[in-house]
């Protein structure tokens, strides 16, 4: 008796095309993944650092964050005088949780919709790094600014 007599070798044409396409589909899907986690859209990376401004501050962030890692946010001062007096807004402290903030302030004035930090004046632009930690998943808007105006608002993604 040979093989092909005793083995029942069934093909389904149909089947297999189907099995090979989605084969093909999901090594698009991986690669796809591959790319973007490394371009940064899963956290950390160059595709997610975004700048805001409105003369005369500029604000660096990370468009997307990780839940509970520490992110920074940068704002400078792109004019002549630094910054002395720094609004922060509410989602920004209690989504985000300001954990640190450099340099350290010299005080803090509470509102409503936010807190006021204060800096010693300079006449040279100056720069303060913002630390935060999220403490909520989601999409955020953040607002910084000057504390008499202008306000830039951005929005971060806070992925697990």
């Known amino acids: 008796m040979s093989p092909s007599e005793t083995e029942d070798t069934e093909f389904d044409e149909a089947f297999e095309r189907k099995w090979i396409r989605l084969e093909h589909i999901v090594w698009v899907l991986m ?12 956290g950390r990376g160059p595709a997610v650092r975004a700048q805001a401004a409105v003369s005369p501050i500029q604000v660096e962030y990370e468009r997307v964050v990780r839940y509970q890692t520490p992110t920074e946010i ?15 807004g509410r989602a920004l ?6 954990r ?15 807190a ?45």
């Open 100 to 114: 640190q903030v450099i340099p350290q302030p010299i005080g803090a004035e509470p509102r409503r919709e936010g």
């Open 31 to 42: 690669v796809i993944v591959v790319i973007v986690g490394l371009a940064g859209g899963l």
């Open 116 to 160: 006021i930090l204060l800096f010693p004046d300079t006449s040279s632009p100056s720069q303060v790094t913002l630390i935060a930690q999220p403490a909520t998943l989601g999409a955020t808007s953040n607002t910084i600014g000057l504390s008499e105006g202008p306000y830039v608002t951005f929005r971060q993604l806070v992925l697990p």
């Open 93 to 98: 402290l209690d989504r985000l949780q300001l």
């Open 74 to 88: 940068t704002v400078r001062s792109v004019g002549e005088s630094g910054i002395g007096r720094l609004f922060v």
